[in-house]
C-alpha cells in the first residue's frame, strides 16, 4: 500500500463549481497533515495545513479523519486560477532517530477549471 | 528577501556522466533537503541536512550524494546518471529542520539522453 494515495483524477469542472479531493495515508503515527498546490512545470507551494478539528481558508476547506486515516480538501466556488495539481502530504512526526524532517507527497490530482 | 535559488534552472546530460546542482536556503535558515519529482509523481524525499549534518536519507542509491556547506547552502551531487534521473530537482529549506516549515525553490529540470 502506498504511504499516501490520492484520487487518480485529473478533475474538470466549470468554474463556480464545488470540488473534492480525497486523499489516504498508510502510517497511524503521521502526525502533520498539508495540501500543496502546484502550478504546471513550477514548484509546489503550500496551500494550507490540515487540523484535526478542520479548517477553512476563505474557498477552501481542509478535513482530517484520524481513525480513517483520511484527508479531504473541498474548494467552492472554484476559479480559473484554481487550476494546478494538488499535492496531499505527510509528515510522519519524529522517526527512529528523532529527526522530524520528511514529507511524503502524494501523486497528486490536477484540476482544470473551464470558463 | 530572496527566496530559495536553485541552479542551474535547466541540465541535459548524457547517460553516465555527472552532476551536481545547487541550492542556497532562504536567509537565516540553517537546513536544506532535496526532492526529485518525476513526470507524473509527487515529490520523493532524497536527502535532509540541518547544521551540515545529514539528517535523513531517502530510497536512493549510493550515486546520489550531498552535502551542506558552512553557509548552508548545499549541493546534490549524482554519477553514473541513467534515463530515469530525469526529473525535477526540488531543494527545500527550512529554519529549524522539522518539516512543517519548508520553502520549495523552484528546482532544477535534469534531462538524461
Known amino acids: 500500500r502506498k504511504e499516501v494515495e490520492q484520487d487518480p483524477g485529473p478533475f474538470n469542472v466549470p468554474e463556480g463549481a464545488t470540488v473534492a479531493f480525497n486523499c489516504t495515508y498508510s502510517?497511524?503515527?503521521?502526525?502533520?497533515f498539508f495540501w500543496y498546490r502546484q502550478d504546471c512545470r513550477k514548484e509546489p507551494k503550500l496551500l494550507m495545513s490540515?487540523?484535526?478539528s478542520g479548517n477553512e481558508d476563505g474557498r477552501f476547506t481542509a478535513q482530517l479523519n484520524r481513525a480513517s486515516q483520511y484527508i479531504s480538501l473541498l474548494i467552492r466556488d472554484s476559479k480559473l486560477s484554481d487550476s494546478a495539481t494538488y499535492l496531499c502530504?505527510?509528515?510522519?512526526?519524529?522517526?527512529?532517530?528523532?529527526?522530524?524532517?520528511?514529507?511524503?507527497f502524494g501523486k497528486g490530482t490536477l484540476l482544470t477549471v473551464n470558463p | 528577501d530572496a527566496g530559495v535559488t536553485q541552479s542551474p534552472t535547466h541540465l541535459i546530460k548524457t547517460r553516465g556522466q555527472q552532476v551536481t546542482l545547487r541550492c542556497s536556503p532562504i536567509?537565516?535558515?540553517?537546513?536544506v533537503s532535496w526532492y526529485q519529482q518525476v513526470l507524473g509523481q509527487g515529490p520523493q524525499f532524497i536527502f535532509q541536512?540541518?547544521?551540515?549534518?545529514?539528517?535523513g536519507r531517502g530510497n536512493f542509491p549510493d550515486r546520489f550524494s550531498a552535502r551542506q556547506f558552512p553557509n548552508y547552502s548545499s549541493e546534490l551531487n549524482v554519477n553514473a546518471l541513467l534515463l530515469g534521473d530525469s526529473a525535477l530537482y526540488l531543494c527545500?529549506?527550512?529554519?529549524?529542520?522539522?518539516?512543517?516549515?519548508?520553502?520549495f525553490g523552484s528546482g532544477t529540470r535534469l534531462t538524461v539522453v
Open positions: 527545500a529549506s527550512s529554519f529549524t529542520g522539522t518539516a512543517n516549515g519548508y520553502t
Open positions: 502510517n497511524s503515527a503521521s502526525q502533520s
Open positions: 490540515v487540523y484535526s
Open positions: 502530504v505527510v509528515n510522519i512526526g519524529r522517526d527512529s532517530g528523532g529527526s522530524n524532517y520528511k514529507l511524503t
Open positions: 536567509s537565516g535558515h540553517k537546513s
Open positions: 541536512y540541518y547544521e551540515k549534518e545529514e539528517r
